[in-house]
């Protein structure tokens, strides 16, 4: 096994003489200032989405294929001006980059093989809770050499998910006393607060330990998935979801064609809850990653929220 290895790093090696692909990296000592990289590859969905907002004029040169994907990616648009990457390592090598910006989870091989090339590479980890997002895009924007954009976008994502949380909070007050909740505190369980479902194909639910834990919360709702033990999310029932009876479902976007595990959503069962009231469907891009636009997932939520009729301990208010 070692053998291959070692014909592996030669043979990368040996690409590199060739195309004279010399791609040495600033690092950072002290007293020594780090020179931001010019040449910036992503190939993780949530790194493309946090680059396109921060870097400067020209310095992405790339981002993964599945950034143009409008059913998962909240600035699909906006990829269509980068040229797009499919996560090889010799796609990505021949684009010179001087910073590849990756997730913690899959292309292990891929980018152990550009580090070894000489390629700087940075793995970012995922946005798990809205309290996550501020450190993300500080994290990103410092890599990029713009830690003042990063600064400023955290500071109003900050304050924008405060403002939204206290007015939620406002509302519920109203009718159950709950205090305030902010950037720290994302809402509460309590009485008169509607019970949501998330449902996905293969009948998928968000678990409550999660980003999409927290934008239920901040929006005002209880994630049944929470009573169901489903903290980090799983496979959730059918029988189960209408037994708990949710004051709302939410459920994806399917995909064009055919798909047997997307079938679920629109079970005949769902549509009786939604009779009773429920309403479903969700903008799913917003959700995904742990940008700004996830405020716009709260909002959403919010909105629908409040068009809800009162629930049964509201109404004994």
Not at 47 to 72: C, E, F, K, N, Y
Not at 110 to 124: C, D, F, K, N, Q
Not at 241 to 264: F, N
Request: hydrophobic share 50%; aromatic share 4%.
């Amino acid at each position: 096994m070692w053998a291959c290895v070692r014909r592996s790093d030669r043979l990368m090696r040996a690409v590199a003489l060739v195309f004279g692909l010399a791609l040495p990296f600033h690092s950072a000592h002290a007293g020594q200032e780090v020179v931001p990289p010019a040449r910036v590859v992503s190939m993780n969905l949530c790194t493309d989405q946090l680059a396109m907002m921060l870097a400067a004029p020209g310095q992405l040169i790339s981002v993964s294929h599945v950034a143009r994907d409008p059913l998962i990616s909240a600035l699909a648009e906006e990829a269509a001006a980068y040229p797009v990457n499919h996560g090889g390592a010799e796609e990505i090598y021949l684009m010179r980059p001087d910073l590849v910006l990756a997730g913690v989870w899959g292309h292990d091989l891929t980018l152990s093989m550009l580090e070894r090339l000489g390629l700087r590479v940075a793995r970012i980890a995922p946005a798990d809770r809205l309290s996550d997002i501020p450190d993300r895009i500080m994290e990103i924007g410092t890599l990029l050499g713009r830690a003042p954009q990063a600064r400023a976008m955290a500071a109003a994502f900050q304050a924008d998910l405060a403002a939204l949380s206290d007015g939620i909070a406002g509302v519920e007050a109203e009718g159950d006393g709950a205090e305030g909740v902010g950037a720290a505190k994302v809402g509460a369980a309590g009485a008169g607060r509607p019970r949501l479902a998330i449902y996905n194909a293969n009948g998928y639910t968000t678990g409550t330990e999660t980003l999409g834990g927290d934008i239920i919360r901040a929006a005002g709702f209880d994630n049944i998935a929470g009573e169901m033990g489903l903290a980090y999310g799983g496979a959730l029932p059918l029988e189960l979801l209408v037994m708990a009876a949710p004051d709302m479902v939410l459920t994806g976007t399917a995909y064009p064609g055919a798909s047997r595990a997307e079938e679920i959503m629109t079970h005949p069962a769902i549509a009786a809850l939604n009779a009773a009231g429920t309403l479903r469907g969700r903008g799913d891009a917003d959700w995904v990653c742990g940008t700004i636009r996830v405020l716009d997932a709260v909002r959403t939520l919010a909105a629908r929220r409040a068009a809800l009729p009162p629930t049964t301990s509201e109404a004994a208010q």
